[in-house]
């Protein structure tokens, strides 16, 4: 699986949109992006997913380039709840293990 | 509630015992996973199942960890003569096999203190 970037961490106003990069250079084309966050704690939660076209839930947006060479996930209306480190994952579909890097620890300030 | 479990939450154990975690997947979920994290760093995989089939283990399992998943429903983890290294926290992990990008779920998790 491919090997992602992200920056160590980043500061967010309460109830700004949230923009959280991620650098994937070398993924493939059957690789997916899949974003994951975990709070002080507890285990890491599932946000979204996507392969080459952007995606939306209710949690956040994913936004890839159309290189696929990065992404970014976006949270709309960041609140203090949304504090945690942000993993981005490349993965192929059908694949086993997440390899979760170190990840972006995201601070949401009042 | 209707997510993964894991018991106990928290354990501490002094150096050369042995402990069991318990994991409790998504029940209609057929792949089960552990992982284990130290403090500042991500999850590290450790080892799978399909069902009752143990399909990968990471060199991070040494001997004395071993994993089972007797019926294809819940898993142990047990480590034997623990070591103060093996403080960390045991995560588990389910997901429901499929031809798509499926996702995994995680448990809370176990933190383990080795003294």
């Known amino acids: 699986d491919a090997k992602t970037t992200q920056p160590t961490s980043m500061d967010c106003a309460e109830g700004r949109a949230a923009n959280l990069p991620c650098n994937h250079s070398t993924i493939s084309g059957n690789e997916y992006v899949y974003w994951y966050r975990q709070i002080h704690s507890q285990g890491p939660q599932y946000i979204i997913h996507?392969?080459?076209n952007n995606e939306t839930n209710e949690m956040a947006s994913l936004i890839i380039t159309e290189d696929r060479k990065s992404s970014t996930l976006i949270l709309p209306h960041a609140t203090l709840r949304d504090t945690a480190v942000y993993y981005c994952?490349?993965?192929?579909?059908?694949?086993?293990?997440?390899?979760f890097g170190t990840g972006t620890s995201l601070t949401v300030i009042p | 509630d209707t997510g993964v479990s894991q018991d106990p939450r928290h354990k501490i154990t002094k150096r050369g015992q042995n402990v069991t975690f318990r994991c409790d997947p998504i029940?209609?979920?057929?792949?089960l996973y552990w992982y284990r994290q130290t403090l500042g760093q991500g999850p590290e995989f450790l080892t799978y199942?399909?069902?009752?089939?143990?399909?990968?283990k990471s060199r991070l399992l040494s001997d004395r960890f071993s994993a089972e998943r007797p019926k294809g429903s819940f898993s142990t983890l047990e480590i034997q003569r623990t070591e103060q290294g093996d403080s960390a926290m045991y995560l588990c992990a389910s997901s429901l096999e499929g031809t798509g990008p499926y996702e995994q779920y995680f448990g809370p998790g176990t933190r383990l203190t080795v003294t």
């Open positions: 029940s209609e979920h057929n792949r």
């Open positions: 199942f399909q069902n009752e089939a143990q399909l990968e």
């Open positions: 994952i490349v993965r192929v579909a059908g694949g086993n293990q997440f390899y």
């Open positions: 996507g392969l080459k």
